[in-house]
């Protein structure tokens, strides 16, 4: 069960961009999964040159800083089926096979159309 | 004050930042950016030398933060810095490389004397012939003419004008909204596009925010490729327009001889718009569905011409293509429009037609790369 507060109309006009919407409600969305099957909380926060990563470690992690985080990296899916989910999450983890990211990670893929969330751990190099 | 203090400070100041730009209050996102990133310098100034990892997720944060809050100078010379401390782990070294690129391009966007409509699309291209910062540019110029055509329709389109049937976009829409390309950082063969901000501040309408024109290009460009029509019909209510941007979404996307993928995002995304030979297929099967029944062509035999395509004269209504060295004359081109089939001119083809003696009809075209 997630409880969550209705967005008001600033709420709803600034995130009015479908783009935003999916980027922002999959960050949300994975997090709470993640914290649900493995116990992990997003504990940090960094900006990148795109956007911002989230750091998370199991509940109760003294973070004090990052070297035993995970990062998440997230994707989100506004349309859709499962094949579609699986499909980017098979791209998430052939670009981390390609040594482009700082991990250990954790992808997660967020598919709304299809109410789907699949999770998998990222290789290690870096 | 520790690290984690700082950082803190530092993620505080970003989320407000993010959320100043989302409402779109650019100069106190600017502010907010420049905050965040003066907590993460110091943050790094203080962290234990033998805490790698966490020192090159830092030291990235910092650089990407000048680079939001627009102080380009700061941000080269941190990300300089950075990278002569020979401890930092290479994934970092490679976001700060990225980094320096980003901010040479922005550097020069500044020093154009030209202003830029915020947003702007980074495009790749991927897979087969294309290597790392290398493409074959008959590929590469195809490409960036139909983005630049799709880029015109975009404005035509929230500027509520008719549909232009012929010919290029006026000399206003070509002045006002001229799109730039710039280099972009490495991967693939990468490059982004950037709309020149119209000197008239009326060009657009009150309603329209037009700092959203490059967003709204990815949006009808994502709904072009979808498997869902519906969400193209709801971005692009007009028909006309809808099929002229569904054939220039065709004309981006690959056959998967030449590539393989062509991906588009904005600063902002990290997931990018992929278009791969499936989507091509959908688009096909889009636009085969909302081709209209023309009486004359069911009579006909439909079949496809596989050649070069050598002459279009859309004004006498018919194209030339070359088919085994022998020329092919199909007429009743109908909608077919210049910046759809333009680029194709001595490129080879696939002309849709229908056949009946003495006549040759067409019914679509489309590059066969």
Same mark, same amino acid.
């Given at each position: 069960?997630?409880?969550?507060?209705?967005?008001?109309?600033?709420?709803?006009?600034?995130?009015?961009?479908?783009?935003?919407?999916?980027?922002?409600?999959?960050?949300?969305?994975?997090?709470?999964?993640?914290?649900?099957?493995?116990?992990?909380?997003?504990?940090?926060?960094?900006?990148?040159?795109?956007?911002?990563?989230?750091?998370?470690?199991?509940?109760?992690?003294?973070?004090?800083?990052?070297? $035993?985080?995970?990062? +998440?990296?997230?994707?989100? %899916?506004?349309?859709?089926?499962?094949?579609?989910?699986?499909?980017?999450?098979?791209?998430?983890?052939?670009?981390?096979?390609?040594?482009?990211? $700082?991990?250990?990670?954790?992808?997660?893929?967020?598919?709304?159309?299809?109410?789907?969330?699949?999770?998998?751990?990222?290789?290690?190099?870096? | 004050?520790?690290?984690?203090?700082?950082?803190?400070?530092?993620?505080?100041?970003?989320?407000?930042? @993010?959320?100043?730009?989302?409402?779109? !209050?650019?100069?106190?996102?600017? %502010?907010?950016?420049?905050?965040?990133?003066?907590?993460?310098?110091?943050?790094?100034?203080?962290?234990?030398?033998?805490?790698?990892?966490?020192?090159?997720?830092?030291?990235?944060?910092?650089?990407? +933060?000048?680079?939001?809050?627009?102080? #380009?100078?700061?941000?080269?010379?941190?990300?300089?810095?950075?990278?002569?401390?020979?401890?930092?782990?290479?994934?970092?070294?490679?976001?700060?490389?990225?980094?320096?690129?980003?901010?040479?391009?922005?550097?020069?966007?500044?020093?154009?004397?030209?202003?830029? +409509?915020?947003?702007?699309?980074?495009?790749?291209?991927?897979?087969?012939?294309?290597?790392?910062?290398?493409?074959?540019?008959?590929?590469?110029?195809?490409?960036?003419?139909?983005?630049?055509?799709?880029?015109?329709?975009?404005?035509?389109?929230?500027? @509520?004008?008719?549909?232009?049937?012929?010919?290029?976009?006026?000399?206003?829409?070509?002045?006002?909204?001229?799109?730039?390309?710039?280099?972009?950082?490495?991967?693939? #063969?990468?490059?982004?596009?950037?709309?020149?901000?119209?000197?008239?501040?009326?060009?657009?309408?009150?309603?329209?925010?037009?700092?959203?024109?490059?967003?709204?290009?990815?949006?009808?460009?994502?709904?072009?490729?979808?498997? !869902?029509?519906?969400?193209?019909?709801?971005?692009?209510? $007009?028909?006309?327009?809808?099929?002229?941007?569904?054939?220039?979404?065709?004309?981006?996307?690959?056959?998967?001889?030449?590539?393989?993928?062509?991906?588009?995002?904005?600063?902002?995304?990290?997931?990018?718009?992929?278009?791969?030979?499936?989507?091509?297929?959908?688009?096909?099967?889009?636009?085969?569905?909302?081709?209209?029944?023309?009486?004359?062509?069911?009579?006909?035999?439909?079949?496809?011409?596989?050649?070069? +395509? =050598?002459?279009?004269?859309?004004?006498?209504?018919?194209?030339?293509?070359?088919? $085994?060295?022998?020329?092919?004359?199909?007429?009743?081109?109908?909608?077919?429009?210049?910046?759809? %089939?333009?680029?194709?001119? !001595?490129?080879?083809?696939?002309? =849709?037609?229908?056949?009946?003696?003495?006549?040759? =009809?067409?019914?679509?075209?489309?590059?066969? @790369?």
């Amino acid at each position: 069960m997630v409880h969550f507060v209705l967005p008001d109309e600033h709420a709803l006009d600034a995130y009015a961009n479908e783009i935003d919407a999916t980027e922002t409600g999959a960050y949300a969305v994975s997090l709470a999964a993640i914290e649900a099957i493995a116990g992990l909380v997003a504990v940090r926060r960094a900006s990148t040159l795109t956007g911002a990563d989230w750091y998370i470690a199991p509940t109760g992690t003294n973070s004090e800083d990052l070297e $035993n985080c995970i990062r +998440l990296e997230v994707s989100g %899916i506004n349309a859709g089926a499962s094949s579609d989910i699986r499909r980017r999450l098979r791209e998430k983890l052939i670009q981390a096979a390609h040594g482009a990211s $700082n991990l250990p990670a954790i992808a997660a893929v967020v598919g709304f159309k299809a109410l789907e969330v699949a999770i998998a751990p990222l290789g290690v190099s870096g | 004050m520790s690290w984690i203090d700082l950082h803190q400070a530092s993620e505080r100041a970003a989320i407000e930042a @993010d959320r100043a730009l989302r409402d779109g !209050n650019q100069s106190l996102a600017s %502010i907010l950016y420049s905050e965040a990133a003066e907590h993460e310098q110091r943050a790094l100034e203080v962290l234990d030398a033998t805490k790698a990892r966490t020192k090159g997720i830092t030291a990235v944060s910092a650089v990407s +933060l000048w680079f939001k809050a627009t102080a #380009y100078e700061r941000a080269e010379q941190l990300a300089y810095s950075a990278l002569a401390d020979l401890s930092l782990p290479e994934f970092s070294r490679t976001d700060l490389r990225n980094l320096v690129q980003a901010i040479w391009t922005e550097s020069s966007k500044k020093t154009a004397n030209v202003n830029f +409509l915020p947003g702007q699309v980074f495009v790749s291209v991927k897979g087969g012939e294309v290597i790392t910062g290398g493409a074959p540019l008959d590929l590469i110029v195809e490409k960036v003419q139909t983005i630049q055509s799709m880029f015109y329709r975009t404005v035509e389109f929230i500027r @509520d004008m008719p549909l232009r049937r012929r010919g290029g976009p006026t000399r206003e829409i070509q002045e006002s909204c001229r799109p730039w390309l710039f280099q972009a950082p490495p991967g693939s #063969y990468q490059f982004s596009v950037a709309i020149q901000e119209p000197k008239q501040l009326d060009f657009f309408r009150k309603d329209m925010r037009p700092d959203l024109v490059a967003r709204q290009f990815l949006e009808i460009l994502k709904a072009t490729a979808s498997d !869902n029509q519906d969400q193209l019909a709801t971005i692009v209510p $007009n028909v006309e327009y809808r099929n002229v941007f569904l054939k220039l979404g065709r004309n981006l996307a690959p056959t998967g001889k030449t590539f393989d993928s062509i991906e588009l995002r904005t600063a902002t995304d990290d997931d990018p718009i992929a278009l791969t030979p499936e989507s091509r297929t959908l688009i096909n099967q889009a636009l085969k569905k909302g081709r209209p029944v023309d009486a004359q062509d069911s009579e006909g035999n439909e079949e496809e011409l596989n050649g070069i +395509l =050598r002459a279009v004269d859309l004004d006498r209504d018919f194209l030339d293509v070359s088919v $085994n060295g022998q020329p092919v004359r199909v007429n009743g081109l109908g909608d077919a429009m210049d910046d759809v %089939i333009g680029p194709m001119v !001595n490129k080879p083809v696939k002309v =849709r037609v229908t056949r009946k003696i003495g006549s040759v =009809r067409f019914l679509d075209i489309e590059l066969d @790369d």
